[in-house]
């Protein structure tokens, strides 16, 4: 499989930071914040690669550091030091080297998102269509009536129904507003997309239905995906390899069924033992 992205030693602080920063946080410290002057260490060192088509899960509870490591490749947020490469084609971007222009062109050419919250991912002045012909527009597709023909397809894709995408998402369920973002995120058909935490509030059937939806998508298109959760179900549903993390630290990874199998850390192992 080919590589679609390399991350090394991401980094993301937020306070002024002091020495003892590192040191003093951590799993070992049972904490992110240090003692010493109040900074959070949001992530510290995390490493990993992603090939073509692969699905990577990063789990852990509320503050792990999982979400952090998502925005920041989706430039959300800037990292505190790291680097991350993104392969595309034969080109290869240092994404963190890129001015706010670049950033932009590639979080509406090849990035996707799809956020907890859609009031993050949807424009709710607009319906559900219009949603997705603001993508649509940012990629050159100009006439009308194409960009109508796509909004509809990609609509039916993840099953909303047509004769709504005139609507505002603010009159669609959670379910359907989730859909939408999905929708919007591939009408760009990018090669990478991520997932945070899509499923949680939503009923189970519901939850269902969008991870068949994004394992039918990531089949059909062999799109690669980095899902972050702290639901060991999705987890080992969707990824083939997983990254556990715990107050900002990557603390086991490997692949799912070993991890969700025969877990190494004690975190890991509570967390699995909590699901059974």
Not at 83 to 104: C, I, K, M, Y
Not at 117 to 129: C, D, E, I
Not at 216 to 236: C, F, P, W
């Amino acid at each position: 499989m080919k590589k679609i992205l390399e991350v090394r030693g991401l980094t993301k602080i937020y306070g002024s930071g002091c020495p003892r920063c590192i040191s003093a946080t951590g799993p070992a410290h049972d904490t992110n914040v240090c003692p010493h002057c109040g900074t959070v260490v949001a992530a510290h060192d995390v490493a990993f690669d992603l090939h073509e088509g692969e699905i990577l899960g990063i789990m852990g509870e509320s503050g792990s550091g999982k979400s952090t490591v998502v925005k920041t490749l989706f430039f959300d947020d800037k990292p505190s030091s790291g680097s991350a490469r993104f392969h595309d084609g034969e080109q290869v971007q240092e994404l963190f080297d890129l001015n706010p222009a670049e950033q932009r062109w590639l979080r509406n050419h090849k990035f996707g998102m799809v956020y907890q919250n859609p009031n993050l991912g949807l424009n709710f002045n607009v319906s559900a269509g219009g949603n997705i012909a603001e993508r649509l527009l940012m990629n050159d597709l100009r006439h009308y009536g194409d960009i109508r023909d796509r909004a509809r397809q990609l609509l039916a894709r993840t099953e909303v129904l047509s004769n709504r995408m005139d609507e505002s998402p603010k009159r669609f369920s959670g379910g359907m507003q989730q859909r939408v973002q999905i929708a919007k995120a591939l009408a760009t058909r990018p090669p990478l997309l991520f997932l945070d935490e899509v499923t949680t509030g939503l009923d189970l059937s519901v939850q269902a239905r969008i991870l068949d939806l994004i394992l039918e998508i990531q089949q059909e298109l062999n799109t690669a995906m980095i899902v972050v959760t702290h639901d060991l179900g999705v987890i080992r549903l969707l990824a083939g390899r997983t990254l556990v993390m715990k107050y900002g630290r990557v603390i086991e990874a490997g692949l799912t069924d070993q991890i969700l199998e025969d877990p190494q850390h004690a975190y890991t192992q509570r967390l699995v033992a909590s699901a059974l």
